[in-house]
């Protein structure tokens, strides 16, 4: 990184410094009310604590296991439906639109019907989740597949190659940057709804914990979990582009 | 064409009167699945008596205003950061930050501060529109031809009359993408809220008639979202045509 990109970066977290103690000023000076505002200092302690005496940790790796399981369920069953559907032209004509009309349902409201199907539980989150994150990646391999150089297709033929081998060697390569990017987007996703499903079902998760922290008015425990959903939320990204950015090496550096 | 629309129309037909006769020869009485029939019905009571209209108006009421409110702050920011390199360079840690916080997690913020109803449903709508069209106005503004600034610049436009003459047209396009998107994820995060807290539209309506064990009812309401969510989608699709023609759809991102 050059010197001046350096320096602005610097200055960059001056300027979110600043902000931290703009708001560490309104909560000293009693701007708005402590009960609903903690100060920096009293978010940290509180995070600090949670993570020392308390059971932040386990809230954390309770959402975190939510979202991963869900997420991953979603990515195997939405891959796998998505290159069964994408890689016949008559299954894509008949399914596809109905895929698209789906699309835009807000996926919450799958919730109610989750709760009258399997109540209250785990499995009732892992099924909201898994749904909710599908779509991304679905449409993203059905899209990736018809995608796919037609020429790519003819050599196949030519090489009287298996219909799996298409899949695996030509179709799925070739579709891979789109289904890393529904993946990525599916993250997002998942997070939501887990905090959704925790805090409607009472699961063990930082949801139901910042919902009891609000409930209580232990506003400082509130913002450690907020801060930690939006931690939780930038880790995943950051990682996820990280493996993008490493499986799609040979994309770049090829050709 | 008509032969594509036919396909397009077998598996939801097929899969609707599979649905009717499982339900009618079983005979299973079950608080999360009811004939296609009788969802029907339900929906034409909810609208006899007026109940799903209202909750309608609640829903689009709050996840409009938000769109509107975080939508102004997202353009604002976006054009101030497209414009002035600087500013955005010195914004970016905060933004990055603040970011990849879920919408929902400041519900039990906005739930204390603001108590049940509207404003705190807004409050979270417009925290989530923010972001989408913050990031796309921003790229709009950087990506509008240089040569036009500096035309701008030759003729000496003050700052105002530069954003309200050159930058926002050339950038209008893709402005209005970014408002389509963000109006997708308002009517989710609407619905997400009702959902999980606020005892207002349809989504606490879909979970009042789980509840009240009416899955006819519960499935009704269902059809109802996804239709709205549809029908907003195209609706603002041929907007978008009609506004900018053809040229605008074809470079977005999916």
Redesign the interface.
């Known amino acids: 990184m050059n010197p001046a990109l350096l320096m ?2 610097a ?3 001056l ?2 410094a600043g ?1 931290v103690g703009l708001w560490q000023l309104v909560a000293n000076l009693k701007l708005v009310s402590p ?2 505002l903690p100060g920096p200092d009293r978010a940290w302690a509180s995070l600090v604590r949670g993570f020392t005496s308390g059971d932040l940790l386990a809230k954390t790796i309770g959402t975190l296991e939510h979202m991963a399981y869900g997420w991953l369920l979603a990515s195997i069953v939405g891959i796998a439906l998505g290159a069964m559907i994408g890689s016949s032209k008559a299954m894509r ?3 596809a ?2 895929l698209e ?2 699309r ?10 989750a ?3 399997f109540g209250l539980t785990q499995g009732m989150a892992l099924f909201v989740i898994a749904f909710g994150a599908i779509w991304p990646m679905l449409l ?1 391999t059905v ?1 990736g597949f018809a995608a796919v150089e037609p020429r790519l297709y003819e050599v196949a033929r030519s090489l009287h190659m298996s219909r799996l081998a298409v899949i695996f060697k030509i179709a799925l390569p070739s579709a891979s940057p ?1 289904i890393i990017s529904g993946m990525r987007l599916s993250l ?1 996703v998942a ?2 709804l887990a ?2 499903c925790e ?2 079902a009472g699961l063990d998760g ?2 139901y914990w ?2 009891l ?2 409930r209580a ?1 232990r ?1 400082a425990d ?2 450690a ?2 801060i930690l ?3 939780i ?2 880790v995943t ?1 950051q990682a996820m582009s990280m493996v993008e950015q490493r499986l799609l090496r040979w994309r770049t550096s090829g050709h | 064409m008509s032969g ?1 629309r036919w ?6 037909v097929a899969l609707l009167v599979a649905l009717e006769i499982g339900a009618r020869a079983s005979g299973i009485q079950s ?2 699945l009811a004939p296609p029939s009788a969802v029907a019905v339900a929906l034409a009571e909810a609208f006899a008596d007026g109940s799903i209209i209202g909750a309608t108006r609640d829903t689009l009421a709050s996840a409009f205003a938000g769109l509107l409110l975080g939508g102004a702050v997202g353009l604002a920011l976006g054009i101030a950061l497209g414009i002035f390199q ?1 500013f955005d ?6 933004i ?3 970011r ?10 906005a ?3 603001l108590g049940f109803g509207y404003r705190m449903e807004i409050v979270i709508v417009a925290f989530a529109c923010v972001w989408p069209i913050l990031i796309l106005s921003r790229a709009a503004v950087r990506s509008i031809e240089p040569r036009l600034i500096e035309v701008s610049r030759a003729l000496k436009l003050s700052p105002g009359d530069r954003v309200r003459k050159i930058i926002v047209p050339a950038a209008l396009p893709r402005i209005f993408l970014a408002f389509r998107l963000a109006a ?1 994820i308002a ?2 995060v609407a ?2 809220v009702e ?3 606020n005892p207002i539209g ?2 606490a309506s ?2 009042t ?2 509840q009240a064990l009416r ?1 006819d009812l ?2 009704a ?2 059809v109802w ?2 239709l709205i ?2 029908a ?2 195209a609706g603002l699709v041929v907007a978008q045509k009609h506004l900018f023609g053809p040229a605008a759809l074809a470079g977005e991102a ?1």
């Open positions: 602005w970066r200055a960059s977290f300027v979110a902000f009960v609903f004509s008949y399914v639109p109905s009309f789906l835009p349902l807000p996926v919450s409201a799958i919730i109610p019907v709760i009258a199907l993203a899209h789109d997002t997070l939501i905090v959704v805090i409607l930082l949801g910042v919902l922290s609000a008015f506003s509130l913002f979990g907020v959903l939006g931690a939320g930038y990204a | 594509e396909k397009a129309a077998a598996l939801p608080d999360a600087p360079r010195l914004m970016e840690v905060t990055e930050a603040l990849p916080i879920p919408s929902i997690a400041l519900l039990p913020i739930l204390i501060a997708g009517l989710i619905v997400t959902i999980a807290i349809l989504g879909i979970m008639a789980q899955p519960m499935l309401y269902l979202i996804g969510g549809y907003l989608n999916r």
